[in-house]
């Protein structure tokens, strides 16, 4: 008897499971059609298919909705973003790795990653605090990277926090070419190449 009501409890946690993330993926594609800011509840329950308690049921609102979008983004961006360990081969080559597993999971979270650049300032205190945490996380790997390979005496001597916000920014500005400004396809490792290649010797022959 026990085995029978452990299956439907089962059962019932993966139906709701399921129906969160169909809530999530449609209002996903309405926030890509229409902004965050012109997005109603209203849009996301239709969207859904779900009555609009059923909504509330999972989500406070929009606001609470969207929040578990980005952070589902920046765990996926965490997740890529390993630290330099110089034991397991050359430093650009792990740097290079990691712009690519980045770009790679922007450009699949493609329009998620469009609201944030276009609707991101300003658009609620909580997703402010996770943007700029994740920003502080990436410029921290990157000014580490440069101190290590100062260390070993394979990075110049520079400031490595003044590069690090140099790197993140072109970074971004990579991101919003390639992966915003466009629906087309790139190459990311040649991308990723050239970035590395351009924040580690400059355009000087």
Do not use: C, W
Request: charged fraction near 30%; glycine fraction near 8%.
């Amino acid at each position: 008897m026990s085995e029978e009501i452990d299956g439907r409890v089962r059962r019932g946690l993966d139906a709701r499971e399921a129906r969160r993330a169909q809530i999530l993926e449609s209002s996903l594609q309405v926030f890509a059609e229409r902004g965050f800011h012109a997005t109603s509840v209203s849009d996301l329950v239709e969207a859904a298919g779900v009555a609009r308690g059923t909504f509330y049921l999972y989500f406070d609102g929009k606001e609470a909705l969207f929040l578990e979008l980005l952070e589902d983004l920046t765990r996926h961006l965490r997740e890529n973003i390993v630290g330099v360990d110089l034991t397991r081969g050359g430093m650009e080559d792990q740097l290079q790795a990691t712009v690519e597993r980045i770009l790679a999971t922007l450009v699949d979270n493609r329009a998620l990653t469009r609201i944030l650049f276009r609707e991101a300032v300003g658009l609620n205190a909580a997703v402010d605090e996770r943007l700029a945490a994740f920003d502080a996380e990436l410029h921290g790997y990157v000014a580490r990277a440069l101190q290590v390979g100062q260390a070993v005496g394979i990075v110049r001597p520079l400031d490595a926090e003044v590069s690090a916000v140099l790197v993140v920014g072109g970074l971004r500005e990579v991101v919003r070419r390639y992966v915003v400004g466009t629906d087309e396809m790139f190459d990311v490792s040649r991308v990723a190449r050239a970035v590395l290649d351009h924040q580690l010797r400059g355009v000087l022959a």
